[in-house]
């Protein structure tokens, strides 16, 4: 305790006053003794009358020794100040903890937060080394692993965006950074001479390094990457508990950068599967005009259900066209589809035995541990002269429609069981000719199954589909498929739908022109 008067003259302290200020005697002017802190607030009192500070609870502190004091002030009837001096030292450590730790979790939930909302590998990246840099450090470099002899390497400086680029450089010659690349545990910082950082670790213009903290970026069962933290020479050094939170950034990073790139792979793996399963684009093959249309059942799916192919044959041979249903939609009726399609492939050379062909896939159907099964139609077609020879045979599918020349539609006189439920599949083939002109359609339940029309829940039906192709006579393959695809859009509206499927062979009504390449609707010759 010190006790002062209206002039700042110290009057009285007692023993622990006297330890802490030995200085401070009775008699001698209390700015010339104590805290220049303390000393300012004591004028402040006299003037007030009061410790203002001590009406809002808000106490007077300062250092006094190195160590933090309370300064609590009592103004007596004489004017004089009794200030008593509390030990606070102890408890700001604590709450200068509390207030690091708290700022520390809020940055890991905001860069998780920030890693996790992107899952592209370039963006989570960037994002790693800009909030490095921006909270950890002066610089900071996200290195994933190297891609051939090239390290990609995304440098930020603090206040600066993210930049790219692809060292061909060896991580061993950087101590840590090599072992950080194959995951292994990370160096202390002060065994890392910052003298032997290598140009291109080191962001152009930013000086002298003073401390480098590499770390790996952990990743789900093999490393993502490495951390490379940057300190300019005037900046302090890293401490033990900064690269330790710097590790627990790294974590998170890691984990993001992973997820992304299991991510990018997942898709490139996709992307090429989805290739080989989405229908082909059909043209004309020697004479015979083919066009086909898929509509998975959703529009945010490429693949469904519905399938159909067109097998070229050598010269003089039949051409093989199959266009199937499988029972289901989206990704596992896909899986199914592409087995048959490619138990079709490797069946052509049997394409002349519809019935053998059946069987055989049934057989593979019912060997695999698919439990769904799917209706089919097969067509081999040949071109003789000016017409086209079908061999129509459907497995429990829709019967393929015939457009007359004169618009009459046909039914094509075939029947059978689908193919993947019971062992034993039987078929009707049946033989019909396309004069020059004529098409055969060939087209999945999901076309006249569609509920829509003025009431909303009425079938397209097939007596719809037939009275619709029957105005398509004389037209290309291409135009009865996009026309018969457009009435069935109109008919659905906004409404859910199954996977639609339609295929179109047609006799050519003349010789195409070669200046078009038979490979489009060109023009035709009288």
Same mark, same amino acid.
């Given at each position: 305790m010190l006790v002062a008067d209206v002039d700042g003259i110290l009057l009285q302290r007692n023993g622990a006053a006297a330890v802490l200020l030995p200085e401070a005697t009775p008699g001698t002017p209390l700015a010339e003794v104590a805290p220049a802190w303390l000393a300012a607030q004591h004028r402040t009192v006299q003037l007030t009358g009061h410790n203002s500070a001590t009406e809002t609870d808000t106490p007077l502190s300062g250092v006094i020794g190195?160590?933090?004091?309370?300064?609590?002030?009592?103004?007596?009837?004489?004017?004089?100040?009794?200030?008593?001096?509390?030990?606070?030292?102890?408890?700001?450590?604590?709450?200068?903890?509390?207030?690091?730790?708290?700022?520390?979790?809020a940055f890991l939930a905001k860069a998780s937060s920030a890693l996790l909302s992107t899952l592209n590998l370039g963006r989570c990246m960037d994002v790693t080394?800009?909030?490095?840099?921006?909270?950890?450090?002066?610089?900071?470099?996200?290195?994933?692993?190297?891609?051939?002899?090239?390290?990609?390497?995304?440098?930020?400086?603090?206040? =600066?965006?993210?930049?790219?680029?692809?060292?061909?450089?060896?991580?061993?010659?950087?101590?840590?950074?090599?072992?950080?690349?194959?995951?292994?545990?990370?160096?202390?910082?002060?065994?890392?001479?910052?003298?032997?950082?290598?140009?291109?670790?080191?962001?152009?213009g930013f000086g002298p390094v003073g401390s480098i903290v590499i770390t790996p970026l952990p990743g789900l069962g093999v490393p993502a990457g490495a951390l490379v933290l940057l300190r300019r020479e005037k900046s302090d050094s890293f401490s033990d508990e900064e690269e330790v939170f710097a590790r627990l950034f790294a974590a998170r990073a890691g984990a993001a950068l992973s997820a992304a790139r299991l991510y990018a792979e997942q898709t490139a793996i996709t992307e090429v599967l989805m290739?080989?399963?989405?229908?082909?684009?059909?043209?004309?093959?020697?004479?015979?005009?083919?066009?086909?249309?898929?509509?998975?059942?959703?529009?945010?799916?490429?693949?469904?259900?519905?399938?159909?192919?067109?097998?070229?044959?050598?010269?003089?041979?039949?051409?093989?066209?199959?266009?199937?249903?499988?029972?289901?939609?989206?990704?596992?009726?896909?899986?199914?589809?592409?087995?048959?399609?490619?138990?079709?492939?490797?069946?052509?050379?049997?394409?002349?035995?519809?019935?053998?062909?059946?069987?055989?896939?049934?057989t593979a159907l019912l060997n695999s541990h698919h439990t769904r099964f799917a209706t089919l139609v097969l067509a081999s077609a040949v071109r003789r002269g000016s017409e086209v020879d079908l061999k129509l045979t459907s497995a429990g599918h829709p019967t393929p429609l015939i457009i007359r020349a004169d618009g009459t539609v046909e039914e094509a006189d075939t029947r059978g069981t689908l193919v993947?439920?019971?062992?034993?599949?039987?078929?009707?083939?049946?033989?019909?000719?396309?004069?020059?002109?004529?098409?055969?359609?060939?087209?999945?339940?999901?076309?006249?199954?569609?509920?829509? =029309?003025?009431?909303?829940?009425?079938?397209?039906?097939?007596?719809?589909?037939?009275?619709?192709?029957?105005?398509?006579?004389?037209?290309?393959?291409?135009?009865?498929?996009?026309?018969?695809?457009?009435l069935a859009a109109q008919w659905l509206g906004n409404r859910h739908h199954d996977d639609m499927a339609i295929v179109v062979i047609a006799a050519p009504r003349t010789h195409h022109l070669s200046a078009v390449n038979g490979h489009t609707r060109g023009r035709f010759t009288g």
């Amino acid at each position: 305790m010190l006790v002062a008067d209206v002039d700042g003259i110290l009057l009285q302290r007692n023993g622990a006053a006297a330890v802490l200020l030995p200085e401070a005697t009775p008699g001698t002017p209390l700015a010339e003794v104590a805290p220049a802190w303390l000393a300012a607030q004591h004028r402040t009192v006299q003037l007030t009358g009061h410790n203002s500070a001590t009406e809002t609870d808000t106490p007077l502190s300062g250092v006094i020794g190195g160590r933090r004091f309370e300064a609590h002030p009592s103004v007596r009837d004489d004017g004089t100040v009794a200030w008593w001096l509390v030990d606070d030292t102890d408890h700001q450590l604590v709450r200068d903890a509390l207030h690091l730790e708290r700022e520390r979790t809020a940055f890991l939930a905001k860069a998780s937060s920030a890693l996790l909302s992107t899952l592209n590998l370039g963006r989570c990246m960037d994002v790693t080394a800009q909030m490095a840099a921006e909270s950890l450090a002066d610089a900071a470099l996200a290195i994933a692993p190297s891609r051939g002899h090239r390290l990609p390497v995304v440098t930020c400086v603090r206040g =600066g965006v993210p930049e790219i680029s692809h060292q061909s450089v060896d991580p061993d010659e950087v101590p840590g950074l090599g072992e950080a690349l194959r995951g292994f545990p990370p160096v202390p910082s002060r065994w890392i001479d910052p003298s032997a950082a290598p140009p291109w670790l080191v962001p152009e213009g930013f000086g002298p390094v003073g401390s480098i903290v590499i770390t790996p970026l952990p990743g789900l069962g093999v490393p993502a990457g490495a951390l490379v933290l940057l300190r300019r020479e005037k900046s302090d050094s890293f401490s033990d508990e900064e690269e330790v939170f710097a590790r627990l950034f790294a974590a998170r990073a890691g984990a993001a950068l992973s997820a992304a790139r299991l991510y990018a792979e997942q898709t490139a793996i996709t992307e090429v599967l989805m290739r080989e399963l989405m229908p082909p684009t059909l043209h004309q093959i020697s004479g015979v005009d083919f066009a086909g249309r898929y509509r998975p059942s959703a529009d945010h799916e490429r693949i469904g259900g519905d399938f159909y192919d067109v097998h070229p044959a050598t010269e003089g041979e039949a051409f093989l066209v199959s266009l199937g249903d499988v029972c289901g939609k989206g990704l596992e009726a896909a899986v199914l589809t592409g087995k048959i399609r490619s138990t079709l492939h490797a069946l052509l050379p049997l394409a002349d035995d519809h019935q053998r062909m059946l069987s055989l896939l049934n057989t593979a159907l019912l060997n695999s541990h698919h439990t769904r099964f799917a209706t089919l139609v097969l067509a081999s077609a040949v071109r003789r002269g000016s017409e086209v020879d079908l061999k129509l045979t459907s497995a429990g599918h829709p019967t393929p429609l015939i457009i007359r020349a004169d618009g009459t539609v046909e039914e094509a006189d075939t029947r059978g069981t689908l193919v993947g439920a019971i062992p034993d599949v039987s078929a009707r083939t049946t033989a019909v000719t396309l004069e020059p002109g004529e098409c055969c359609v060939l087209y999945t339940d999901g076309i006249t199954e569609a509920k829509g =029309g003025p009431m909303g829940n009425v079938l397209f039906g097939d007596e719809r589909l037939k009275r619709a192709l029957s105005a398509c006579a004389g037209m290309p393959a291409e135009g009865i498929v996009e026309h018969v695809q457009m009435l069935a859009a109109q008919w659905l509206g906004n409404r859910h739908h199954d996977d639609m499927a339609i295929v179109v062979i047609a006799a050519p009504r003349t010789h195409h022109l070669s200046a078009v390449n038979g490979h489009t609707r060109g023009r035709f010759t009288g």
